[in-house]
């Protein structure tokens, strides 16, 4: 089963714009955390929020948890075009799994 | 430099070949983990290890098979290949501590089954 839902499936917006996005999770988890890849490429961790935390900074990130909701959101401010990438959250208890990812494109 | 690396990054092979994709690290992670992505799926874990001779079924494992004899390896087995297994793999690892922690990502293998 996916610990991680994520919402929108696409996003498009232009540089500069802040960008959001949503990941519904199905079961309890020890922590939340939120990855980004390339085409084709490796995932890259960006953050991660543990269950006990409501809201986490890094960066241009902002990153929220909501457990009684089982939901996270990822907000990056004053988008650049190098954003552009998949974004996926993960929930982890004892193990980690995904959803199927936002495509975030920031177009110039 | 800590790295988790995969081998080969990509392969081409027949129906009912069997195959092994290596998978190693140098970060002295105890979980392992494989995932195969294909377009509108998302990444879909295969197995699992939590340590050394531990390892368990994620939400795909039909048709593969994992060991895990040492820490720093954790080679994901194709016994009999088919083309459904045409697919980008990956391997990650990471620490646990209060659940599976910042996972560090290979660089994929793509793999095309005939």
């Known amino acids: 089963s996916q610990q991680g839902e994520e919402d929108p499936q696409a996003l498009s917006i232009q540089e500069g714009e802040n960008a959001t996005m949503n990941c519904s999770y199905k079961t309890s988890i020890n922590n939340l955390q939120w990855y980004r890849q390339n085409s084709g490429r490796g995932l890259v961790h960006l953050i991660l929020?543990?269950?006990?935390?409501r809201e986490k900074h890094s960066g241009r990130l902002r990153v929220t948890l909501d457990t009684s909701k089982k939901s996270s959101s990822l907000l990056i401010t004053a988008s650049r075009a190098a954003d552009t990438a998949s974004y996926f959250c993960g929930g982890s208890n004892y193990k980690l799994t995904f959803g199927k990812g936002t495509l975030l494109t920031v177009n110039p | 430099e800590a790295q988790v690396t995969q081998n080969p990054r990509y392969l081409i092979t027949v129906t009912g070949k069997k195959l092994t994709v290596t998978c190693s690290q140098n970060?002295?992670?105890?979980?392992m983990s494989w995932y195969r992505q294909d377009p509108g799926l998302g990444l879909r874990q295969i197995y699992y290890s939590m340590n050394v001779e531990v390892t368990d079924k994620g939400d795909v494992p039909e048709g593969y098979k994992v060991s895990r004899k040492e820490k720093r390896n954790f080679p994901l087995i194709l016994e009999s290949p088919s083309p459904n297994q045409t697919s980008l793999y990956f391997c990650?690892?990471?620490?646990?501590?209060?659940?599976?922690?910042?996972?560090?990502f290979g660089p994929g293998t793509r793999l095309t089954v005939l």
């Open positions: 990650a690892s990471s620490i646990q501590d209060r659940g599976v922690n910042e996972q560090f």
């Open positions: 929020i543990r269950s006990n935390e």
């Open positions: 970060m002295n992670h105890e979980y």
